[in-house]
DNA sequence: GATTTAAAGCAATGAACTTTGCTTTTGGCA
DNA sequence: TGCCAAAAGCAAAGTTCATTGCTTTAAATC
């Protein structure tokens, strides 16, 4: 809610236009790479006037960043009531969309626009990744229940994933990603057995 | 040891040519941001010529990658022959590193140079990063300890520094990166407390 | 010291990328 | 329907990046 891009003529050409540079954008940046992104060649792929680009988002990290930020409005998560359950969604949905071609590339393009707008483009992100995690929490927190906290979830859980996917590691995974939240949630309440913990050495 | 970059003359103008665009581009990403540091104005500010650079270096990537590298041979950790000491140490020297100025570009650099050498690159710096946490488990290891594997290092410990460092979360420091190493290392045996664990939310 | 030659400097060139003033289209609204 | 202004298109500059052939400097070796 906070700032919504006041756009006077949100509608007809204009709305062609800025959904044609979207979509060329998502497709360059997966078939070249997000670093080799250029304004002119989104504009020639989107069949649109380089100027009118320029015009509207005025360098690459500002498209970026706008593409990626549109992205967060897709899927709301029904939370199943179950921590565990919910949790080990929110992972997999996180998952998912780091690991999609590209996704590392927006993720990267929402943390370092133009240094302005770096931490608020960081916050945001942030923001978004947690968001999942945070309700799984909070409907937890309102059944009474033990949670861990969100800083810990985002280090037992988000974090590994982050680094897994932007190494490339192997075997990084839904189950993967399931262990991790199981991992984190036996540890909850005294002990509990490591079940069966990662594998998977770098080489 | 593997690739020595067979520098056939090392000495005199040339070193000194090194130096000044190792020094320039470290400064320049300090001021502007990796994002913005282009070749010519590398030369420019290593008051060297720039055809110069382009025929070492070839493309911004490749510099970045190449003075991150160079930082790479500094210290060796001196092990104490306590597991969760060393792993401390460790941890506390890749936040050092990841937290200097330009500390998280250039860690990107060597991630993600052009798309040919990503593979290496990513593998190097993984190396790199690992190799410190490598010395101390294997020493433990000799002693007859019990270790966690590098995979649950690299998750509990590097992941999230990496991440926090990333995300710029406030309270990122030697304290915390000694917290994760105790949390590891208490999870160990049989059970063990959770240290007082982590604090702040993302706001 | 003289020789060799890797590497730096110079300069011209071409190819993007950006910017900008102006014209044309067209969505929003009375 | 007709007005108005926002946004798109067009085209011409202006910048900056990147490449390349040639010349000059100065390490390294003998």
Excluded at 51 to 61: D, F, I, L, P, Q
């Amino acid at each position: 809610m906070p700032a919504k891009s006041k756009d006077t003529r949100p509608g007809g050409r204009s709305a062609r236009v800025r959904a044609a540079v979207h979509r060329a954008t998502v497709d360059l940046v997966q078939e070249v790479g997000a670093d080799k992104v250029t304004l002119p060649a989104v504009a020639r792929r989107a069949g649109v006037n380089p100027s009118s680009v320029y015009r509207r988002w005025g360098t690459t990290s500002a498209l970026l960043a706008d593409v990626a930020a549109q992205r967060k409005d897709e899927a709301a998560p029904e939370l199943l009531g179950d921590l565990r359950a919910d949790l080990g969604h929110a992972a997999v949905w996180t998952l998912t969309d780091l690991s999609r071609p590209g996704g590392v590339a927006f993720f990267r393009a929402e943390v370092a626009p133009d240094v302005d707008d770096r931490r608020a483009g960081l916050r945001e992100c942030l923001e978004r990744v947690s968001t999942r995690f945070q309700a799984a929490l909070e409907a937890a927190a309102r059944r009474g229940e033990e949670t861990p906290s969100l800083d810990r979830v985002l280090d037992r859980v988000v974090a590994p994933l982050y680094f897994r996917v932007v190494f490339s590691l192997p075997e990084t995974d839904e189950e993967y990603a399931r262990g991790l939240v199981a991992e984190l949630c036996d540890g909850l309440p005294a002990s509990g057995q490591l079940p069966d913990s990662p594998r998977t050495t770098p080489e």
